[in-house]
């Protein structure tokens, strides 16, 4: 079956610059979706199709994707990014999600 | 807007059934795809089911045996039936919404709803 691999957590500054890695199989080939999840709350989209933001989603979240690995990454990380993040994508019309990645701003 | 709602017990005792249902507001059920995702305390997520507006189904292979996922378009609801609980089947359950699959996001959420398993 297929699986996303996320680094269990990473940390970072305030103002600097974090990125989470997501890795799959070809995952360049799929559409990967990211998600912010708080303490207590439902998750929320902040990137999809690799590299697209919802409305609302502020600049500093960024996708890419290249080869096996896509990247979020968060510039200029405030104390409010703090949370877990989630990637997400479909194989054969399954959906996989990676493990997350608690972000700690430290 | 559209908002979804999940609703059920959340207390089921071990190798009885888990029953949810989650109501859509805002808009129709008759278009996109709807999930379930559930998340066990302090773990990752984990999808469930998915059911689209004609009807068809998807199921995450190491729950099938257990699960049916079914919609009502005249109360633009779906529902979720989980068979054979176990304390493993502990989780927020949440319901989603995708526009369609193979690589469409989970644009929006429900709150989720704790089901504990236990007697």
């Known amino acids: 079956s297929y699986e996303l691999t996320q680094p269990p957590s990473v940390s970072v500054s305030p103002g600097q610059t974090v990125s989470i890695t997501c890795s799959g199989d070809n995952l360049e080939r799929k559409y990967v979706s990211w998600y912010q999840q708080k303490p207590g709350q439902s998750p929320v989209l902040v990137i999809y199709?690799?590299?697209k933001r919802p409305s609302g989603i502020p600049e500093r979240f960024s996708g890419s994707n290249s080869g096996n690995t896509a990247t979020l990454t968060i510039s200029g990380t405030q104390d409010l990014d703090e949370a877990d993040y989630y990637c997400?994508?479909?194989?054969?019309?399954?959906?996989?999600f990676g493990g997350g990645t608690k972000v700690t701003v430290l | 807007q559209v908002q979804l709602l999940e609703s059920g017990p959340g207390l089921v005792k071990p190798s009885e059934t888990l029953s949810l249902t989650c109501t859509v507001s805002g808009g129709s059920i008759s278009n996109k795809y709807w999930s379930w995702i559930r998340q066990p305390p302090g773990k990752g997520l984990d999808w469930i089911a998915y059911?689209?507006?004609?009807?068809?189904?998807k199921y995450n292979p190491s729950l099938e045996s257990r699960v049916t996922i079914s919609s009502d378009t005249s109360t633009n609801k779906f529902s979720l039936e989980l068979r054979s609980v176990t304390a493993a089947d502990t989780a927020i359950y949440y319901c989603?919404?995708?526009?369609?699959?193979?690589?469409?996001?989970?644009?929006?959420w429900g709150q989720g709803t704790l089901v504990t398993v236990s007697t």
């Open positions: 199709e690799r590299f």
């Open positions: 989603a919404r995708h526009p369609h699959v193979g690589g469409d996001p989970f644009d929006i």
């Open positions: 059911i689209s507006h004609s009807g068809s189904t």
């Open positions: 997400q994508a479909w194989d054969n019309n399954y959906v996989i």
